[in-house]
Nanobody, 123 residues
Framework: QVQLVESGGGLVQAGGSLRLSCAPS????????VGWFRQAPGKEREVVTA????????YYADSVKGRFTISKDNDKDAMYMQMDSLKREDTAVYSC????????????????WGRGTQDTVSS
């Protein structure tokens, strides 16, 4: 069993930046593709970004391309998402996820996911 714990969320003004971190317990991240979901109030959960086990290839939702960057550090057993040029519509609960394949994350069917961290972007 893998437990994922997110950190780094908070309140930021539009145009600002946040960096989210995710760390696993129980298994190492090197065994998994990883990614981030988000769910805004009244909206369905959506995949934001995901990367393969090596971290060398990534997927980004159109809404965050050029603004968000996912990275995976297998040596430190951690995963990060740098969020720049934040917009009010980025306000959501962000959850990290892990799966055997990137496709599983993109299809919103991960093997494991964290409880999430609230990110709020104010105007």
């Amino acid at each position: 069993q893998v437990q994922l714990v997110e950190s780094g969320g908070g309140l930021v003004q539009a145009g600002g930046s946040l960096r989210l971190s995710c760390a696993p317990s129980g298994r190492t991240f090197s065994c998994y593709a990883v990614g981030w979901f988000r769910q805004a109030p009244g909206k369905e959960r959506e995949v934001v970004t995901a990367t393969i086990k090596s971290g060398s290839s990534s997927y980004y939702a159109d809404s965050v391309k050029g603004r968000f960057t996912i990275s995976k550090d297998n040596d430190k057993d951690a995963m990060y998402m740098q969020m720049d040029s934040l917009k009010r519509e980025d306000t959501a609960v962000y959850s990290c996820a892990a799966a055997q394949s990137l496709q599983s994350i993109v299809l919103l069917s991960p093997d494991y996911w964290g409880r999430g961290t609230q990110d709020t972007v104010s105007s």
